[in-house]
């Protein structure tokens, strides 16, 4: 079992000599084409658009149904991560005072013997298998009309995904327009995040482009410090420090953020050179 699962899915050539995504799409095309003409002949015969969708040949296609799917599939990931964080949220601020000492004295041990960190995160992980064996799917995987967003999707919005590239027939001006706001819509969300992902990255860069020559200064001389201050002290006291302070009490803390954060949102960014 272990052998099979750690070969590679496609044979050896494609590897070696693997097809560019063009010739990809053409045989995908071509491939799609002649099962089509072999289920045409068949009794009862299938139509071409139907074996395209089940093939789904043009999964590179825009789909407003598909694009909500992939967004909750997205969420669907990114919940696990936001529940680990939450909690943790609630070890720092002491939301379950025993938790939070058990927590404090796994992090002692761990600080201490940092050989154990590697085995105790493996043994979490063989924990969590366990404890996911009872909740383990009983059925076999099948179509989720949930996930798809079958159950919420208009009738426009089939309609426009059942749609040939390009377009064959005409359309009205009003679901043209309607369909080409609906797309401002969507797009204007993505360029939103995409603009805050690119001014995130602009700010990490000008932390040593000399953009801001005082932010610049401040850091290249708070790195100096931490390079000495690292060298000279254990690795251990250091983690040991920080712990206890992301860890501390809320009577320790202060509602307002703290600086490294307001430090790096005064960074500058291009988004002010933008017209």
Not at 18 to 40: E, T
Not at 73 to 86: N, P
Not at 88 to 106: A, D, G, Q, S, V
Request: net charge positive; glycine share 2%.
């Amino acid at each position: 079992m272990v052998t099979q699962y750690g070969k590679p899915l496609l044979p050896k050539m494609h590897y070696v000599q693997p097809i560019s995504i063009k010739h990809v799409d053409l045989l995908r095309h071509h491939a799609m084409n002649i099962v089509a003409g072999s289920l045409a002949r068949a009794e009862p015969p299938l139509r071409a658009e139907i074996v395209d969708y089940m093939l789904d040949v043009d999964y590179h296609m825009f789909s407003l149904r598909r694009s909500k799917a992939n967004f909750t599939r997205i969420m669907l990931l990114v919940s696990g991560i936001q529940y680990v964080l939450s909690w943790f949220n609630e070890i720092c601020l002491w939301k379950n005072p025993l938790t939070t000492i058990l927590m404090h004295i796994l992090f002692l041990i761990l600080v201490c013997y940092p050989e154990l960190i590697l085995p105790t995160l493996f043994l979490y992980l063989f924990v969590i298998g366990l404890w996911n064996y009872r909740f383990r799917p009983r059925e076999p995987p099948h179509m989720d009309a949930w996930l798809s967003q079958a159950e919420d999707a208009q009738p426009d919005e089939l309609q426009e995904e059942f749609e040939p590239f390009p377009t064959s027939r005409s359309l009205s001006t009003d679901i043209v327009r309607m369909r080409y706001d609906r797309m401002r819509t969507v797009a204007g969300r993505v360029q939103t995040v995409t603009s805050d992902l690119a001014m995130q990255g602009e700010r990490v860069l000008a932390l040593l482009n000399w953009r801001d020559p005082r932010a610049t200064t401040i850091f290249v001389t708070f790195s100096l410090i931490w390079a000495v201050f690292l060298y000279i002290t254990p690795f251990q006291i250091v983690a040991l420090l920080i712990g206890l302070y992301v860890m501390r009490h809320p009577r320790l803390r202060y509602k307002l953020p703290p600086i490294p954060v307001n430090f790096f949102k005064r960074l500058p960014s291009r988004a002010d050179s933008l017209l």
